[in-house]
């Protein structure tokens, strides 16, 4: 499970270089306005999308892993993808007017037209990933992500470059989807007609709990962007949310690379018997996730910096929004950690219960929040709401056994937090300097990984 974690992860974390790669280029090609509509429509469709993906994705996941004869689960799941791609893009298409003049935005209708053909790409390549991490091809499974990320930034420089501005960069983004597609079938090809055994109807009734988890966290992560603009918030003031947003990536990766294959593996202790091994697991896992807190705050610290390097002076406003949501990210980490260990222990709608209600505690926080503190209190929102979340799930947690990690792990995480944090609040730098008061101050987190030595979990990412 590690060594397809830390594949999965070096292969996500492209991610990092070229989305800052992305991110400078676009907000200097785009503009803050230009950038504030591409993040909204992106912001949609994405989440309409990843919907879609969890409606199966766990479910393929426990399926395609119990059983030798894979390909008939494989091709009901393609084909269930492949149905509802097909059904949302229609319905994108047919509702993009209607939504863009909800949003108080006309010229939106088209963005959202040209990005509703990415859905069925987009539904069928992540179907290909679920079922290779289902059968163990990892280095695969990675080598689509890598192929993801470095066609992203190839073809967004080529489309934009050439003049075609938003919406160039929106049709790069349809061509990634195929791209991917296309690789993904070169590494494995599920049957997509003909006869399967494995009927659509149980797929479904198994991940129905895990889709509304699902659901509710993806659009817990995207929930602030949708009510900034139905308040009133302006293009420029989105397109500095979305730079903020953008630069807390690093935790995302690490939730997508590394909850899959945690799931799976627990499922398969708990199917042996090794319920022992399993509980050590889950505690390790969230003490890994306590453990990214230090890296967090060192962000935060520099936060003003990083964003000035990254996406250009004219976003430095975007500071004290990175500061509040960088922190509430690893609260997030928690949570994705804490739901698959729920669900692995036969407790999914536990975890959806967790889901629904932070996202109704956010809502309604940010409905209140925002139009008194605006982008700084749609962030600090979410980060407050990360959190309470992450506390749920470990309440629940408490409730099913010994699950959770020692007092002294998260004493340690939470002390020298702090301390990083002073240390690059203090330390100002200009320009690339910044990178070097990084690097600098990440040594101090050698102490915290020293004193969790007794997690072999803990040990590998840290040194990863």
């Not at 003003?304 to 990254?310: D, M, Q, S, T």
């Amino acid at each position: 499970m590690l060594a397809g974690s830390l594949q999965l992860f070096m292969a996500e974390a492209l991610i990092v270089p070229t989305g800052m790669v992305t991110l400078a280029f676009l907000t200097r090609q785009l503009g803050k306005g230009g950038y504030g509509m591409f993040t909204l429509a992106v912001t949609v469709v994405t989440w309409i999308e990843w919907t879609l993906v969890t409606v199966t994705a766990r479910a393929i996941n426990k399926s395609v892993s119990e059983t030798s004869d894979w390909a008939p689960v494989a091709t009901t799941a393609l084909r269930l993808h492949l149905i509802l791609g097909l059904v949302a893009m229609v319905v994108v298409m047919a509702s993009a007017g209607p939504v863009a003049g909800l949003l108080g935005d006309p010229s939106l209708a088209l963005y959202f037209r040209l990005l509703a053909l990415d859905i069925p790409l987009f539904l069928l390549a992540q179907g290909h990933r679920n079922i290779l991490i289902g059968i163990g091809r990892y280095r695969a499974r990675a080598w689509l992500s890598a192929g993801r990320w470095l066609t992203r930034l190839a073809l967004l420089i080529i489309c934009v470059s050439v003049g075609g501005g938003v919406t160039g960069a929106i049709v790069a983004l349809v061509g990634t989807s195929l791209v991917e597609l296309i690789l993904a079938r070169c590494f494995i090809r599920p049957p997509m007609r003909g006869a399967s055994s494995f009927p659509t109807g149980k797929l479904l009734a198994m991940a129905w709990p895990l889709f509304l988890l699902g659901t509710s966290l993806r659009l817990f992560e995207k929930v602030d962007v949708f009510l900034l603009k139905y308040l009133g918030t302006s293009n420029d003031e989105i397109g500095l949310y979305g730079a903020a947003q953008n630069l807390t990536i690093l935790s995302g990766i690490f939730s997508l690379a590394f909850t899959p294959l945690l799931l799976s593996t627990l499922m398969r202790l708990r199917r042996d018997g090794e319920h022992d091994r399993a509980r050590a697991m889950a505690r390790d896992a969230m003490r890994l996730g306590i453990l990214l807190l230090p890296f967090a705050a060192l962000m935060a610290g520099a936060a003003n910096e990083i964003v000035g390097l990254v996406a250009g002076g004219a976003f430095r406003a975007a500071g004290p929004l990175l500061q509040a949501l960088i922190i509430g990210s690893i609260g997030m980490v928690l949570i994705s950690v804490g739901t698959v260990v729920l669900v692995a222990n036969e407790r999914s709608w536990s975890a959806a219960v967790v889901g629904g209600v932070t996202l109704v505690l956010t809502v309604s926080a940010q409905w209140w929040a925002i139009p008194r503190w605006g982008t700084q209190g749609a962030a600090t929102c979410t980060a407050a709401f990360q959190w309470v979340g992450a506390v749920l799930v470990a309440a629940m947690m408490g409730r099913e056994g010994n699950l959770l990690p020692g007092v002294k792990s998260m004493a340690n995480s939470f002390a020298s937090s702090g301390l990083v944090y002073l240390a690059a609040t203090h330390w100002n730098t200009r320009g690339p300097l910044v990178l070097v008061k990084l690097a600098v101050l990440a040594g101090d987190r050698k102490s915290t990984r020293l004193n969790s030595s007794h997690s072999s979990v803990s040990r590998m990412p840290s040194s990863a």
